[in-house]
């Protein structure tokens, strides 16, 4: 008789049998070296397999830019990433591309051209982004945010807040700025899994001064 695992195989692609390959965890199912995504982030929704073609657009090599996205991230259906390979120059009269298009416009084009270039796409932990969410090149999105579905990210979103719209504002925060702080020093996420999987009815429930006390003990 097979024992049942306490908890889910990070390297499983597809880890709920329930769901099939609508749901998959990210990290075993994307091979690009210019996107890191953390144990346990998932995506829910159509073609999982193909997110880094479908929902990471514009990620061209010569942009150099970056997709993180850490641990227990939760994915809906639609969401995107914007990538830096999307910014049309501003300088110039036309923010026509020039340069794509073959010819003594591919030579002009790029000896003229200045790479707009926000910088890499940070994500925490912990980050529920809700469907058809959209974010811009070059967003940091902290630990325990939650995207509302269809909101269009433009700026940085600080750890623990909600935000929602076009362009996304913040609706409420979810904590106080005291227990964000501490929020921030349990780290639940970088716990060894079975010390996690221990403690998921207070992480569930919220019991921020049992998470507190848990992080100070060795965990057998």
């Known amino acids: 008789m097979q024992i049942p ?4 195989d ?15 965890f990210l990290k075993n199912l994307v091979n690009n070296a210019m996107i890191c995504i953390g144990d ?9 397999d193909q997110f880094q073609e479908k929902n990471v657009l514009y990620h061209y090599p010569h942009c150099g830019d970056k997709l993180v996205i850490g641990r227990f991230c939760q994915i809906a259906n639609g969401t995107q990433f914007i990538m830096n390979g999307a910014i049309h120059p501003l300088h110039g009269v036309s923010t ?3 340069d ?4 003594e416009w591919t030579r002009l084009g790029m000896e003229n051209f200045q790479v707009p270039n926000k910088g890499d796409t940070h994500v925490g932990n912990d980050v529920w982004f809700g469907k058809s969410a959209l974010i811009m090149p070059g967003i940091n999105i902290g630990n325990g945010a939650v995207i509302a ?12 807040a909600i935000v929602a719209g076009n362009p996304a504002r913040i ?20 716990w060894p899994i079975e010390k996690i999987t221990r403690y998921i009815p207070d992480i569930m429930q919220g019991n921020i001064d049992q998470l507190e006390q848990a992080k100070q003990q060795e965990y057998k």
């Open 100 to 103: 794509l298009f073959g010819g």
């Open 171 to 190: 609706v409420r925060m979810r904590y106080s700025d005291e227990d964000i702080r501490r929020l921030q020093e349990i780290a639940w996420w970088h």
């Open 96 to 98: 026509f591309p020039f």
């Open 10 to 24: 990070p390297n499983a692609p597809y880890p709920c049998e329930f769901a099939g390959n609508s749901i998959g």
């Open 149 to 160: 579905a269809h909101s269009v990210v433009t700026k940085d979103v600080p750890a623990y």
């Open 5 to 8: 695992s306490l908890h889910p």
């Open 40 to 48: 346990f982030t998932y995506y829910h929704g159509d073609a999982v």
